[in-house]
């Protein structure tokens, strides 16, 4: 069984960046990566993913080119990369993973077996 714990959440004023790490630990296994969010009373948001290789990335486009996923297999850590951070951005975001090494987009929750915790993003105006 696969664990995943985020961290890096935080308070952050409008135009801040703030970097989320993903770390799995237990039984790891080549996956696809995906970071969604959910902020409160809304429906859990994809927001970014990665394939293993990491030749694959995309977005939600709210957040394309302000917001960068990446990843160190080597270490099993992942990164959220947020800048120039909005209010709407608040919410608590998870890492999520599903076994497998295809490059395909992979955007709804239901795709992924894996989750963390979550951490709160909080972005003040």
């Known amino acids: 069984q696969m664990q995943l714990v985020e961290s890096g959440g935080g308070l952050v004023q409008a135009g801040d960046s703030l970097s989320l790490s993903c770390a799995a630990s237990g039984r790891t296994f080549a996956n696809t990566l995906a970071w969604f969010r959910q902020a409160r009373g809304m429906e859990r948001e994809f927001v970014a993913g990665i394939s293993w290789s990491g030749g694959s990335t995309y977005y939600v486009d709210s957040v394309k080119g302000r917001f960068t996923i990446s990843r160190d297999n080597s270490k099993n850590l992942a990164y959220l990369q947020m800048s120039s951070l909005k209010p709407e951005d608040t919410a608590v975001y998870y890492c999520?993973?599903?076994?497998?090494?295809?490059?395909?987009?992979?955007?709804?929750?239901?795709?992924?077996?894996?989750w963390g915790q979550g951490t709160q993003v909080t972005v003040s105006s």
């Open positions: 999520a993973v599903r076994p497998g090494l295809s490059d395909r987009e992979r955007r709804a929750p239901f795709e992924y077996g894996y």
